[in-house]
């Protein structure tokens, strides 16, 4: 074992995160000089792992894809800089317009941001500028983000118990408990519902067709934003462009009024957020002469970023990978179904998978599902606890995931299972 915070070539991380270095480290997740191709990474101590996290869903088209990193490349020595912060360039128009296209047209305006936070956030100043109303719901264990207002949306006190302040106006409540959600409603104080459609940390728990047309119906009753956050599950993800279209939100009259969206937007290669919303709620933020430029952020919507998500968006559609991922999700968890009888739960989406035990089978097993994650990179296997429920795997793995690389995973997660 190597000495705390060393890596392969001696270098520490006492500058940068020390204690997470270490952790990474004794789990055999140093990552000091991988390589990484295609859905595999190679650490630089020569081990294979499959990559069933893609950078938490960012590396939607695997590592080093040959076209991706060409017509990145391409871009980046014809991409001027921004001229100056806010402008509207012919790139972000384009990217814009696809996105709309993308979401067959039930939203009219696209607003960039850089991070997914701040793109929730965003979404957040919409509402409430929109509404006039100070308060925002969201629900126990969702992750929104870890900025300041974002990392109290997130509903979990993990993430804030050490911050000496807290604001008044972010209300959590347990996922589908709407007696609680139609009595907050009810005080007409409410900007905005925000949920995610397919949670990432949260064990994949999803919505479906009943309940978030129920969660649209009463936001609409009350005059409440319901924005979708996206930022994991969207573009791909769960086997359809948008997670609001994989739990059946298809219906315009249940749709949400703004869908936030990030992470499969470039690839993983550069930070890049959207809110799309319709033209009433931009307006309300952004709708006269001089508030044109009201909100906003320096590399919100920067040139490199919108080219690179043109290319991303063009590639997945080209090779047709949200079909693929959709088609990889149903093969996984049939795989699941055979080898392991039940004694292994599936849950999500498409390719925003978590897996859990049985109850009765971790018991006999006597092996917590960190014992079963550690076994799994040991098995050439990277996958990740989720942050709000760690007795469950997430899995969201590239969407070029194919027939091969499912059945390295579940030969891998068999051995994994033994005692
Ligand atoms: C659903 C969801 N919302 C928001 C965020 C925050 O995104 P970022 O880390 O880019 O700020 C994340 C990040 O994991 C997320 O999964």
Same mark, same amino acid.
């Given at each position: 074992?190597?000495?705390?915070?060393?890596?392969?070539?001696?270098?520490?991380?006492?500058?940068?995160?020390?204690?997470?270095?270490?952790?990474?480290?004794?789990?055999?997740?140093?990552?000091?000089? @991988?390589?990484? !191709?295609?859905?595999?990474?190679?650490?630089?101590?020569?081990?294979?792992? +499959?990559?069933?996290?893609?950078?938490?869903?960012?590396?939607?088209?695997?590592? @080093?894809?040959?076209?991706?990193?060409?017509?990145?490349? =391409?871009?980046?020595?014809?991409?001027?800089?921004?001229?100056?912060?806010?402008?509207?360039?012919?790139?972000?128009?384009?990217?814009?317009? /696809?996105?709309?296209?993308?979401?067959?047209?039930?939203?009219?305006?696209?607003?960039?941001?850089?991070?997914?936070?701040?793109?929730?956030?965003?979404?957040? /100043?919409?509402?409430?500028?929109?509404?006039?109303?100070?308060?925002?719901?969201?629900?126990?264990?969702?992750?929104?983000?870890?900025?300041?207002?974002?990392?109290?949306?997130?509903?979990?006190?993990?993430?804030?118990?050490?911050?000496?302040?807290?604001?008044?106006?972010?209300?959590?409540?347990?996922?589908?408990?709407?007696?609680? +959600?139609?009595?907050?409603?009810?005080?007409?104080?409410?900007?905005?519902?925000?949920?995610?459609?397919?949670?990432?940390?949260?064990?994949?728990?999803?919505?479906?067709?009943?309940?978030?047309?129920?969660?649209?119906?009463?936001?609409?009753?009350?005059?409440?934003? +319901?924005?979708?956050?996206?930022?994991?599950?969207?573009?791909?993800?769960?086997?359809?462009?948008?997670?609001?279209?994989?739990?059946?939100?298809?219906?315009?009259?249940?749709?949400?009024?703004?869908?936030?969206?990030?992470?499969? $937007?470039?690839?993983?290669?550069?930070?890049?957020?959207?809110?799309?919303?319709?033209?009433?709620?931009?307006?309300?933020?952004?709708? @006269?002469?001089?508030?044109?430029?009201?909100?906003?952020?320096?590399?919100?919507?920067?040139?490199?970023?919108?080219?690179?998500? $043109?290319?991303?968006? =063009? +590639?997945?559609?080209?090779?047709?990978?949200?079909?693929?991922?959709?088609?990889?999700?149903?093969?996984?968890?049939?795989?699941?179904?055979?080898?392991?009888?039940?004694?292994?739960?599936?849950?999500?989406?498409?390719?925003?998978?978590?897996?859990?035990? =049985?109850?009765?089978?971790?018991?006999?097993?006597?092996?917590?599902?960190?014992?079963?994650?550690?076994?799994?990179?040991?098995?050439?296997?990277?996958?990740?606890?989720?942050?709000?429920?760690?007795?469950?795997?997430?899995?969201?793995?590239?969407?070029?995931?194919?027939?091969?690389?499912?059945?390295?995973?579940? !030969?891998?997660?068999?051995?994994? $299972?033994?005692?």
């Amino acid at each position: 074992m190597k000495s705390e915070t060393d890596s392969e070539d001696g270098a520490r991380f006492d500058s940068v995160n020390p204690h997470w270095a270490r952790f990474l480290d004794e789990a055999g997740l140093d990552m000091t000089g @991988a390589r990484g !191709d295609g859905c595999y990474i190679e650490t630089a101590d020569g081990r294979a792992l +499959l990559d069933c996290l893609a950078g938490f869903g960012t590396a939607n088209l695997g590592h @080093a894809h040959a076209s991706l990193l060409a017509r990145f490349a =391409d871009a980046l020595q014809r991409t001027s800089v921004n001229v100056f912060p806010f402008e509207c360039a012919d790139s972000q128009r384009l990217l814009a317009d /696809k996105l709309l296209a993308l979401s067959g047209w039930r939203f009219q305006k696209v607003f960039f941001a850089t991070t997914g936070a701040e793109a929730v956030e965003s979404a957040v /100043k919409f509402a409430m500028t929109s509404t006039g109303r100070p308060d925002v719901i969201t629900f126990r264990d969702a992750f929104h983000g870890l900025s300041m207002f974002s990392s109290f949306m997130t509903g979990n006190p993990f993430w804030t118990e050490a911050l000496p302040w807290k604001p008044g106006n972010v209300h959590h409540v347990d996922a589908h408990n709407f007696a609680a +959600l139609e009595d907050m409603l009810a005080s007409r104080k409410v900007a905005a519902v925000v949920f995610e459609p397919v949670a990432g940390s949260s064990s994949a728990q999803h919505w479906n067709v009943e309940t978030s047309a129920r969660l649209a119906a009463l936001c609409r009753a009350t005059g409440t934003k +319901l924005i979708a956050d996206e930022v994991y599950c969207g573009l791909g993800r769960t086997g359809n462009w948008f997670g609001i279209d994989a739990i059946g939100m298809s219906d315009t009259s249940a749709a949400p009024d703004m869908v936030v969206v990030s992470k499969g $937007l470039t690839g993983g290669l550069v930070p890049l957020s959207a809110v799309l919303l319709n033209d009433a709620d931009f307006d309300a933020v952004f709708g @006269a002469p001089g508030k044109a430029k009201v909100h906003g952020s320096t590399f919100g919507g920067n040139r490199l970023a919108m080219h690179c998500g $043109l290319i991303v968006l =063009d +590639l997945v559609e080209s090779g047709r990978l949200v079909d693929n991922a959709a088609a990889m999700g149903a093969l996984i968890e049939a795989r699941l179904a055979t080898r392991f009888n039940g004694r292994v739960i599936v849950r999500g989406k498409g390719l925003a998978l978590s897996l859990e035990l =049985d109850v009765w089978f971790a018991g006999e097993l006597n092996k917590s599902m960190s014992d079963v994650w550690l076994d799994l990179i040991d098995g050439g296997v990277l996958a990740m606890p989720n942050s709000a429920a760690p007795d469950s795997l997430r899995l969201s793995p590239p969407l070029i995931f194919g027939v091969d690389e499912v059945e390295v995973l579940i !030969d891998r997660l068999d051995e994994a $299972l033994q005692p």
